[in-house]
């Protein structure tokens, strides 16, 4: 009985673990859901987001001659859809510093970002962007729930390695949680650079093309 007694307790210590971030992922989904306006939110996880891969490539307090332009340019046009021709304005600037790169990526993004949302409204396509954080918070946060769990039931094997186990479970399961965070930090953000905003001139011109060619194919039927 003390030994069912221990194992529930443990079992409790962990749980409180998962119960406390789960706290934080709930208040988390609630502020997105009661939010009258998601601009500053979405504009302060896309400044992380880009100033992390800024810094892989352009590091703090570095010189030009320690820059990767090349691979930063290839970077930001992939992943992020963004097209910069840094190495060209570099080249042409008799003197600029890496917090000045930073800054350039980070106005052409929010510019871009604020091009989308003039096609179709604010109001519009923040209920996109409420979808999107909803979406990846919730697959991330199943996800990370699985991992924990695998990370339980293999804690007790530390013990041989004279480490505490309720320790490391606690220490390895906020390294996860924070990789959770950045996950969907980094999807929201991608997702959210790649999707196209169709105008509603182009709306117009793709269902009118879809209309000739349904008639195009009725016509032949007749025939």
Not at 73 to 80: C, F, N, S, T, V
Not at 84 to 92: K, P, S, T
Not at 167 to 184: G, H, I, P, R, T
Request: aromatic share 8%; net charge negative; with cysteine.
């Amino acid at each position: 009985e003390a030994r069912n007694f221990d194992i529930r307790k443990q079992l409790l210590e962990y749980d409180d673990v998962a119960n406390d971030q789960r706290k934080v992922i709930y208040q988390q989904r609630n502020e997105i859901l009661d939010a009258s306006d998601l601009a500053e939110m979405i504009d302060a996880m896309r400044d992380d987001c880009l100033a992390d891969v800024v810094r892989q490539y352009v590091p703090a307090d570095s010189v030009e001659e320690q820059w990767d332009l090349p691979g930063l340019e290839k970077a930001l046009a992939g992943e992020w859809q963004l097209e910069l021709a840094l190495q060209q304005e570099v080249a042409g600037s008799e003197s600029i510093t890496d917090e000045e790169i930073l800054e350039k990526v980070l106005q052409a993004a929010k510019a871009q970002f604020d091009a989308k949302v003039e096609l179709v409204g604010r109001e519009n396509f923040m209920q996109f962007e409420r979808a999107v954080l909803l979406q990846s918070f919730d697959s991330n946060w199943r996800d990370h729930l699985s991992a924990l769990d695998y990370l339980r039931q293999g804690i007790h094997l530390r013990g041989y390695a004279q480490k505490q186990p309720k320790q490391e479970y606690k220490k390895e399961a906020f390294e996860l949680f924070s990789e959770m965070l950045d996950n969907v930090k980094r999807q929201v953000v991608s997702l959210l650079a790649r999707v196209r905003i169709r105008s509603e001139e182009e709306v117009a011109a793709l269902e009118a093309q879809e209309r000739a060619q349904a008639q195009a194919q009725l016509n032949q039927a007749q025939f």
